[in-house]
T-cell receptor, first 113, second 114 residues
Framework: EAQVTQNPRYLITVTGKKLTVTCSQNMNHEYMSWYRQDPGLGLRQIYYSMNVEVTDKGDVPEGYKVSRKEKRNFPLILESPSPNQTSLYFC????????????FGPGTRLTVT | AQSVTQLGSHVSVSEGALVLLRCNYSSSVPPYLFWYVQYPNQGLQLLLKYTSAATLVKGINGFEAEFKKSETSFHLTKPSAHMSDAAEYFCAVSEGQAGTALIFGKGTTLSVSS
């Protein structure tokens, strides 16, 4: 089954404790992206990657890091999480190109206390 | 820069009634437009997309949307609402031909009453 998986689905952590949210896709997609969803704000892009070893900032990159060492994986790293990073995070992938839809993972709900 | 405006953060309809969710976009180039649906505790699922092939686009679950360039709109409709349509709906425009990002509207929550 074609899918994007994320782990963990739920995470509660404390300020400053480094964490990684994993994302993996099995569709051989070149493009991958991370979004955060906040009430009343819709989804906003954090980082994206057009291919292996190629990443770039989205609209809200502060406080986040990513890496793309393999085509299928695109982890999101919060080196020193803060309460304002409490949010619902989605990973997405696509074949690239504006006309192609993005496939979304199930989401990771992060709470930073 | 591209942007999307969804009019109405919350829409309520009765089962069997017409569903109309409004979306207006701003884009300096011919846009690629998408509607996604998000059911509670789930990710986003594509309903339909416009890629310039046809102005009336049919999607899954009986939804359709019409691209109107003169009105810069891409409203989502369904003739007869079902209880299972209750969800949050997002309109999005693809940023640039390379598709480096989806620019989302703030979303519209659809409630369906019996």
């Amino acid at each position: 089954e074609a899918q994007v998986t994320q782990n963990p689905r739920y995470l509660i952590t404390v300020t400053g404790k480094k964490l990684t949210v994993t994302c993996s896709q099995n569709m051989n997609h070149e493009y991958m992206s991370w979004y955060r969803q906040d009430p009343g704000l819709g989804l906003r892009q954090i980082y994206y990657s057009m291919n292996v070893e190629v990443t770039d900032k989205g609209d809200v990159p502060e406080g986040y890091k990513v890496s793309r060492k393999e085509k299928r994986n695109f982890p999101l790293i919060l080196e020193s999480p803060s309460p304002n990073q409490t949010s619902l995070y989605f990973c997405a992938s696509s074949r690239g190109g504006g006309e192609n839809e993005q496939y979304f993972g199930p989401g990771t709900r992060l709470t930073v206390t | 820069a591209q942007s999307v405006t969804q009019l109405g953060s919350h829409v309520s309809v009765s089962e069997g009634a017409l569903v109309l969710l409004r979306c207006n976009y701003s884009s300096s180039v011919p846009p690629y437009l998408f509607w996604y649906v998000q059911y509670p505790n789930q990710g986003l699922q594509l309903l339909l997309k416009y890629t310039s092939a046809a102005t009336l686009v049919k999607g899954i679950n009986g939804f359709e949307a019409e691209f109107k360039k003169s009105e810069t709109s891409f409203h989502l409709t369904k003739p007869s609402a079902h209880m299972s349509d209750a969800a949050e709906y997002f309109c999005a425009v693809s940023e640039g031909q390379a598709g480096t990002a989806l620019i989302f509207g703030k979303g519209t929550t659809l409630s369906v009453s019996s």
